[in-house]
């Protein structure tokens, strides 16, 4: 039941926008593209893709979703931390900062799996790919 309301959740139109958003539009360099991003534009956008799947991955980490269908079923978790992990360090090195930011509950998901590393590297490299023919489509 619990994996269904979360799919529900997915789908309403503001979260598929910022999912969107995040998956094809944000792409950061640094801990302060992320800061920037909070107070940006995009900030809500940021703040609910991080959020849901922090809150996501609760559900696994708690025991209320198998975490084995969990990441069998998904992959949209494993860009949202491949997107953050290279800065979690500076994150969570900083006071004040958003909890859900520490993606606490995310990372662990993600690296129980057991090709983790592996396909951590395949997404960034995917999401590379995607942001260099993106750049592409922008000059033409």
Same mark, same amino acid.
């Given at each position: 039941?619990?994996?269904?309301?979360?799919?529900?959740?997915?789908?309403?139109?503001?979260?598929?926008?910022?999912?969107?958003?995040?998956? =094809? +539009?944000?792409?950061?360099?640094?801990?302060?593209?992320?800061?920037? =991003?909070?107070?940006?534009?995009?900030?809500?956008?940021?703040?609910?893709?991080?959020?849901?799947?922090?809150?996501?991955?609760?559900?696994?980490?708690?025991?209320?979703?198998?975490?084995?269908?969990?990441?069998?079923?998904?992959?949209?978790?494993?860009?949202?931390?491949?997107?953050?992990?290279?800065?979690?360090? +500076?994150?969570?090195?900083?006071? +004040?900062?958003?909890?859900?930011?520490?993606?606490?509950?995310?990372?662990?998901?993600?690296?129980?799996? =057991?090709?983790?590393?592996?396909?951590?590297?395949?997404?960034?490299?995917?999401?590379?790919?995607?942001?260099?023919?993106?750049? +592409?489509?922008?000059?033409?």
């Amino acid at each position: 039941m619990g994996i269904l309301k979360l799919y529900e959740l997915r789908s309403e139109e503001s979260m598929r926008k910022a999912r969107d958003w995040f998956a =094809t +539009g944000f792409y950061p360099e640094s801990v302060q593209d992320i800061l920037a =991003t909070l107070v940006g534009e995009h900030s809500a956008d940021f703040r609910m893709v991080a959020s849901y799947w922090d809150m996501a991955a609760a559900f696994v980490v708690f025991g209320a979703i198998n975490g084995e269908m969990f990441n069998a079923i998904n992959t949209e978790h494993v860009v949202v931390y491949a997107k953050l992990q290279p800065f979690l360090a +500076g994150i969570r090195a900083m006071p +004040g900062v958003p909890p859900y930011l520490y993606l606490k509950h995310l990372e662990p998901v993600v690296l129980r799996m =057991t090709d983790a590393e592996e396909r951590v590297a395949a997404m960034r490299r995917y999401m590379k790919s995607r942001m260099e023919s993106r750049a +592409g489509e922008d000059r033409k």
